[in-house]
Protein backbone atom coordinates (compact mmCIF):
# COMPACT_ATOMS: atom_id res chain seq x y z
CA UNK A 1 0.00 0.00 0.00
CA UNK A 2 2.91 2.07 0.60
CA UNK A 3 3.97 1.79 -3.46
CA UNK A 4 0.47 2.46 -4.09
CA UNK A 5 0.12 6.03 -2.12
CA UNK A 6 3.86 7.01 -3.16
CA UNK A 7 3.27 6.56 -6.56
CA UNK A 8 -0.64 7.66 -7.15
CA UNK A 9 0.70 11.43 -7.46
CA UNK A 10 3.68 11.11 -9.87
CA UNK A 11 1.02 8.58 -11.97
CA UNK A 12 -1.19 12.03 -12.98
CA UNK A 13 1.76 12.25 -15.58
CA UNK A 14 0.21 9.29 -17.51
CA UNK A 15 -2.96 10.63 -16.91
CA UNK A 16 -2.50 14.15 -18.74
CA UNK A 17 -0.33 12.40 -21.50
CA UNK A 18 -2.95 12.36 -24.04
CA UNK A 19 -4.22 16.15 -23.31
CA UNK A 20 -0.27 17.41 -23.81
CA UNK A 21 -0.48 15.35 -26.79
CA UNK A 22 -3.96 16.77 -27.68
CA UNK A 23 -2.55 20.49 -27.62
CA UNK A 24 0.93 19.58 -29.22
CA UNK A 25 -1.28 19.54 -32.39
CA UNK A 26 -2.48 22.47 -34.64
CA UNK A 27 -5.59 21.84 -36.39
CA UNK A 28 -5.77 18.42 -35.79
CA UNK A 29 -2.74 17.58 -36.88
CA UNK A 30 1.07 17.29 -36.07
CA UNK A 31 3.59 19.75 -36.87
CA UNK A 32 6.41 18.06 -35.93
CA UNK A 33 7.22 14.11 -36.61
CA UNK A 34 5.49 12.15 -33.83
CA UNK A 35 7.97 9.44 -34.39
CA UNK A 36 11.04 11.69 -32.93
CA UNK A 37 8.91 11.89 -29.22
CA UNK A 38 9.28 8.54 -28.37
CA UNK A 39 13.02 8.47 -29.70
CA UNK A 40 13.45 11.59 -27.21
CA UNK A 41 12.06 10.09 -24.47
CA UNK A 42 13.95 7.04 -24.67
CA UNK A 43 17.23 9.34 -24.85
CA UNK A 44 16.22 11.00 -21.65
CA UNK A 45 15.57 7.86 -19.79
CA UNK A 46 18.85 6.62 -21.10
CA UNK A 47 20.64 9.58 -20.13
CA UNK A 48 18.87 10.05 -16.21
CA UNK A 49 19.34 6.56 -15.52
CA UNK A 50 23.23 6.02 -16.83
CA UNK A 51 23.81 9.07 -14.71
CA UNK A 52 22.61 7.27 -11.78
CA UNK A 53 24.76 4.41 -12.46
CA UNK A 54 27.83 6.14 -12.88
CA UNK A 55 27.07 6.97 -9.23
CA UNK A 56 26.34 3.82 -8.22
CA UNK A 57 29.32 2.91 -9.61
CA UNK A 58 31.49 5.22 -7.94
CA UNK A 59 30.39 4.27 -4.22
CA UNK A 60 32.01 1.59 -2.06
CA UNK A 61 29.52 -0.65 -2.91
CA UNK A 62 29.28 -1.23 -6.56
CA UNK A 63 25.47 -2.42 -8.25
CA UNK A 64 25.41 -5.62 -9.02
CA UNK A 65 25.09 -6.13 -12.87
CA UNK A 66 24.64 -9.15 -14.86
CA UNK A 67 26.33 -8.64 -18.12
CA UNK A 68 25.90 -12.05 -20.22
CA UNK A 69 23.99 -11.90 -23.44
CA UNK A 70 21.68 -14.41 -23.09
CA UNK A 71 20.40 -11.68 -20.12
CA UNK A 72 20.51 -8.62 -21.93
CA UNK A 73 18.97 -10.01 -25.10
CA UNK A 74 15.61 -10.15 -23.31
CA UNK A 75 15.64 -6.53 -22.84
CA UNK A 76 14.82 -6.45 -26.90
CA UNK A 77 11.59 -7.64 -26.23
CA UNK A 78 9.93 -4.70 -24.21
CA UNK A 79 11.85 -2.40 -26.13
CA UNK A 80 9.79 -3.50 -29.70
CA UNK A 81 6.71 -3.70 -27.67
CA UNK A 82 6.88 0.14 -26.29
CA UNK A 83 8.32 1.45 -29.67
CA UNK A 84 5.06 0.31 -31.72
CA UNK A 85 2.96 1.32 -28.59
CA UNK A 86 4.24 5.03 -28.35
CA UNK A 87 3.80 5.13 -32.34
CA UNK A 88 0.41 3.85 -32.47
CA UNK A 89 -1.14 6.10 -29.31
CA UNK A 90 -0.16 8.97 -31.42
CA UNK A 91 -1.90 7.60 -34.34
CA UNK A 92 -5.10 6.27 -32.02
CA UNK A 93 -5.35 10.49 -31.12
CA UNK A 94 -5.49 11.36 -34.49
CA UNK A 95 -9.04 9.48 -34.59
CA UNK A 96 -10.35 10.18 -31.31
CA UNK A 97 -10.86 13.06 -28.95
CA UNK A 98 -8.86 12.55 -25.67
CA UNK A 99 -12.18 11.57 -23.88
CA UNK A 100 -12.32 8.69 -25.95
CA UNK A 101 -8.88 8.00 -26.11
CA UNK A 102 -9.13 7.57 -22.16
CA UNK A 103 -12.16 5.83 -21.97
CA UNK A 104 -11.05 2.75 -24.24
CA UNK A 105 -7.36 3.40 -22.21
CA UNK A 106 -9.10 1.70 -19.38
CA UNK A 107 -9.19 -1.12 -21.11
CA UNK A 108 -6.26 -1.64 -19.71
CA UNK A 109 -7.01 -2.66 -16.77
CA UNK A 110 -8.42 -5.96 -17.64
CA UNK A 111 -5.72 -6.75 -20.35
CA UNK A 112 -3.51 -6.48 -17.34
CA UNK A 113 -5.15 -8.48 -15.19
CA UNK A 114 -5.32 -11.50 -17.82
CA UNK A 115 -1.47 -11.06 -18.51
CA UNK A 116 -0.92 -11.01 -15.01
CA UNK A 117 -2.37 -14.34 -14.37
CA UNK A 118 -0.92 -15.70 -17.73
CA UNK A 119 2.53 -14.41 -18.07
CA UNK A 120 3.65 -14.23 -14.31
CA UNK A 121 1.89 -17.20 -13.26
CA UNK A 122 0.61 -14.66 -10.27
CA UNK A 123 -3.05 -16.00 -9.12
CA UNK A 124 -5.38 -13.65 -8.25
CA UNK A 125 -8.80 -14.67 -6.15
CA UNK A 126 -11.86 -14.43 -7.36
CA UNK A 127 -12.55 -11.57 -5.11
CA UNK A 128 -9.87 -9.53 -6.59
CA UNK A 129 -10.64 -10.42 -10.44
CA UNK A 130 -14.42 -8.64 -9.34
CA UNK A 131 -12.36 -5.57 -8.08
CA UNK A 132 -10.32 -4.94 -11.00
CA UNK A 133 -14.03 -5.28 -13.16
CA UNK A 134 -15.25 -3.04 -10.87
CA UNK A 135 -11.82 -1.00 -11.65
CA UNK A 136 -12.40 -0.64 -15.09
CA UNK A 137 -16.14 0.53 -14.68
CA UNK A 138 -15.53 3.03 -11.85
CA UNK A 139 -12.92 4.77 -14.37
CA UNK A 140 -15.09 4.66 -17.45
CA UNK A 141 -18.16 5.53 -15.80
CA UNK A 142 -15.93 8.84 -14.11
CA UNK A 143 -15.11 9.88 -17.65
CA UNK A 144 -18.36 9.37 -19.77
CA UNK A 145 -20.26 12.96 -19.93
CA UNK A 146 -24.18 13.29 -19.72
CA UNK A 147 -26.14 14.03 -22.20
CA UNK A 148 -26.18 17.61 -21.23
CA UNK A 149 -22.52 18.23 -21.71
CA UNK A 150 -22.26 16.43 -25.43
CA UNK A 151 -24.36 14.11 -27.85
CA UNK A 152 -25.10 10.63 -26.00
CA UNK A 153 -23.45 9.08 -29.58
CA UNK A 154 -20.33 11.30 -29.10
CA UNK A 155 -18.39 8.39 -28.09
CA UNK A 156 -19.40 6.51 -30.91
CA UNK A 157 -18.71 8.94 -33.32
CA UNK A 158 -14.81 8.18 -34.25
CA UNK A 159 -13.74 6.15 -37.27
CA UNK A 160 -13.18 2.44 -36.71
CA UNK A 161 -9.71 3.09 -37.11
CA UNK A 162 -9.35 4.66 -34.00
CA UNK A 163 -11.07 2.22 -31.88
CA UNK A 164 -9.27 -0.82 -33.20
CA UNK A 165 -5.60 1.06 -32.36
CA UNK A 166 -7.03 2.15 -29.12
CA UNK A 167 -7.60 -1.67 -28.48
CA UNK A 168 -4.39 -2.22 -29.84
CA UNK A 169 -3.18 0.01 -27.51
CA UNK A 170 -4.21 -0.82 -24.56
CA UNK A 171 -3.42 -4.61 -25.09
CA UNK A 172 0.24 -3.46 -25.96
CA UNK A 173 0.55 -1.28 -22.98
CA UNK A 174 -0.51 -4.07 -20.41
CA UNK A 175 1.70 -6.42 -22.49
CA UNK A 176 4.98 -4.53 -22.30
CA UNK A 177 4.20 -3.98 -18.48
CA UNK A 178 3.70 -7.37 -17.70
CA UNK A 179 6.64 -8.16 -19.39
CA UNK A 180 9.03 -5.27 -18.08
CA UNK A 181 7.68 -6.49 -14.30
CA UNK A 182 9.20 -10.40 -15.42
CA UNK A 183 11.80 -8.43 -16.13
CA UNK A 184 13.07 -6.42 -13.40
CA UNK A 185 12.35 -9.15 -10.42
CA UNK A 186 14.24 -12.04 -12.61
CA UNK A 187 17.25 -11.22 -10.53
CA UNK A 188 18.73 -8.84 -8.32
CA UNK A 189 20.67 -6.45 -10.94
CA UNK A 190 20.74 -2.91 -10.21
CA UNK A 191 17.32 -0.81 -11.18
CA UNK A 192 19.85 1.71 -13.42
CA UNK A 193 21.58 -0.92 -14.58
CA UNK A 194 18.46 -3.06 -16.12
CA UNK A 195 17.19 0.77 -17.09
CA UNK A 196 20.48 1.41 -19.05
CA UNK A 197 19.63 -1.99 -20.73
CA UNK A 198 16.14 -1.54 -21.59
CA UNK A 199 16.60 2.18 -22.85
CA UNK A 200 19.51 1.63 -24.80
CA UNK A 201 17.71 -0.55 -26.94
CA UNK A 202 14.68 1.41 -26.99
CA UNK A 203 17.02 4.33 -28.35
CA UNK A 204 18.43 1.80 -31.04
CA UNK A 205 15.11 1.12 -32.01
CA UNK A 206 13.36 4.11 -32.14
CA UNK A 207 16.20 4.98 -34.30
CA UNK A 208 15.98 2.43 -36.53
CA UNK A 209 12.20 3.55 -36.85
CA UNK A 210 13.21 6.82 -38.16
CA UNK A 211 15.57 5.66 -40.37
CA UNK A 212 12.75 3.63 -41.97
CA UNK A 213 10.66 6.65 -42.40
CA UNK A 214 13.17 8.20 -44.27
CA UNK A 215 13.50 5.51 -46.56
CA UNK A 216 10.02 5.22 -46.83
CA UNK A 217 9.88 8.68 -47.92
CA UNK A 218 12.41 8.63 -50.26
CA UNK A 219 14.41 11.13 -48.15
CA UNK A 220 12.07 14.14 -49.36
CA UNK A 221 12.40 15.74 -46.02
CA UNK A 222 15.93 14.93 -45.69
CA UNK A 223 18.07 12.89 -43.18
CA UNK A 224 15.89 12.41 -39.18
CA UNK A 225 18.18 13.82 -37.70
CA UNK A 226 18.19 17.39 -39.16
CA UNK A 227 14.43 17.76 -39.06
CA UNK A 228 14.53 15.90 -35.18
CA UNK A 229 13.36 19.34 -33.54
CA UNK A 230 11.37 20.91 -36.52
CA UNK A 231 7.83 22.25 -35.36
CA UNK A 232 8.42 21.41 -31.66
CA UNK A 233 7.07 23.83 -28.53
CA UNK A 234 6.88 24.06 -25.16
CA UNK A 235 3.93 22.15 -25.26
CA UNK A 236 5.82 19.36 -27.47
CA UNK A 237 8.48 19.64 -25.37
CA UNK A 238 6.09 18.42 -22.40
CA UNK A 239 5.27 15.51 -24.16
CA UNK A 240 8.61 14.29 -24.11
CA UNK A 241 9.35 15.19 -20.84
CA UNK A 242 6.55 13.66 -19.68
CA UNK A 243 6.58 10.33 -21.23
CA UNK A 244 9.86 9.91 -20.42
CA UNK A 245 9.31 10.41 -16.63
CA UNK A 246 6.36 8.42 -16.28
CA UNK A 247 8.60 5.44 -18.00
CA UNK A 248 10.65 6.23 -15.55
CA UNK A 249 8.34 5.52 -12.37
CA UNK A 250 7.04 2.54 -14.62
CA UNK A 251 10.33 0.77 -14.26
CA UNK A 252 10.74 1.59 -10.55
CA UNK A 253 7.08 0.25 -9.68
CA UNK A 254 8.27 -2.96 -11.87
CA UNK A 255 10.89 -3.42 -10.01
CA UNK A 256 9.27 -2.99 -6.00
CA UNK A 257 5.74 -3.45 -6.67
CA UNK A 258 3.59 -5.31 -9.63
CA UNK A 259 1.66 -4.31 -12.58
CA UNK A 260 -1.94 -4.44 -10.74
CA UNK A 261 -0.41 -1.74 -7.96
CA UNK A 262 0.63 0.38 -11.40
CA UNK A 263 -3.30 -0.13 -12.68
CA UNK A 264 -4.92 1.17 -9.18
CA UNK A 265 -2.00 4.15 -9.26
CA UNK A 266 -3.16 5.35 -12.64
CA UNK A 267 -6.82 5.12 -11.65
CA UNK A 268 -6.39 7.08 -8.60
CA UNK A 269 -4.33 9.72 -9.71
CA UNK A 270 -6.98 10.29 -12.92
CA UNK A 271 -9.85 10.59 -10.58
CA UNK A 272 -7.65 12.83 -7.99
CA UNK A 273 -6.47 15.03 -10.80
CA UNK A 274 -10.69 15.39 -11.98
CA UNK A 275 -11.47 15.92 -8.69
CA UNK A 276 -8.57 18.84 -8.58
CA UNK A 277 -9.81 20.60 -11.69
CA UNK A 278 -13.28 21.07 -10.35
CA UNK A 279 -12.12 23.35 -7.54
CA UNK A 280 -8.87 24.81 -9.36
CA UNK A 281 -10.60 25.49 -12.94
CA UNK A 282 -14.36 25.74 -12.19
CA UNK A 283 -15.10 22.73 -14.05
CA UNK A 284 -18.35 21.34 -13.73
CA UNK A 285 -18.98 18.08 -11.06
CA UNK A 286 -21.02 15.36 -12.75
CA UNK A 287 -23.15 12.47 -10.99
CA UNK A 288 -20.51 10.26 -13.07
CA UNK A 289 -17.50 11.15 -11.46
CA UNK A 290 -18.87 10.98 -8.40
CA UNK A 291 -19.79 7.46 -9.16
CA UNK A 292 -17.30 6.80 -10.59
CA UNK A 293 -15.21 7.83 -7.72
CA UNK A 294 -17.39 5.51 -4.98
CA UNK A 295 -17.02 2.47 -7.37
CA UNK A 296 -13.39 3.01 -7.82
CA UNK A 297 -13.21 3.17 -3.71
CA UNK A 298 -14.84 0.13 -3.34
CA UNK A 299 -12.40 -1.66 -5.66
CA UNK A 300 -9.51 -0.85 -3.97
CA UNK A 301 -11.08 -2.06 -0.78
CA UNK A 302 -11.87 -5.16 -2.42
CA UNK A 303 -8.69 -6.17 -4.05
CA UNK A 304 -6.60 -5.05 -0.77
CA UNK A 305 -9.25 -6.45 1.80
CA UNK A 306 -7.61 -9.28 3.70
CA UNK A 307 -9.31 -12.64 3.51
CA UNK A 308 -9.99 -12.87 7.00
CA UNK A 309 -12.23 -9.86 7.28
CA UNK A 310 -14.60 -10.91 4.22
CA UNK A 311 -16.86 -12.71 6.85
CA UNK A 312 -17.31 -12.95 10.90
CA UNK A 313 -16.40 -16.41 11.69
CA UNK A 314 -18.27 -17.95 14.14
CA UNK A 315 -17.22 -18.24 17.70
CA UNK A 316 -16.29 -21.57 19.09
CA UNK A 317 -19.33 -22.68 21.15
CA UNK A 318 -18.03 -23.64 24.74
CA UNK A 319 -17.97 -27.69 25.18
CA UNK A 320 -20.56 -28.73 28.30
CA UNK A 321 -20.49 -31.77 30.21
CA UNK A 322 -23.75 -34.27 29.97
Known sequence: MIYFLNSSVFYSLAYVQGILTTLSQSNGKYKYDYATIPFLAELFKLSFSSFFLWKE???????????????IRLYLVPSVIYLIHNNVQFATLTYVDPSTYQIMGNLKIVTTGILFRLVLKRKLSNLQWMAVVLLAVGTTTSQVKGCGDAPCDSLFSAPLQGYMLGILSACLSALAGVYTEYLMKKNNDSLYWQNVQLYTFGVIFNMGWLIYGDFKAG???????????????ITTWMVVFNL??????????MKYSDNIVKVYSTSMAMLLTMVLSVYLFSVRATLQLFLGIVICIISLQMYFMPVNMLVELPQALPVTSK
Do not use: A, H, I
Open 219 to 233: FERGPWWQRLFNGYS
Open 57 to 71: CQSSSPPRMTKEWRS
Open 244 to 253: GSTGLLVSWL
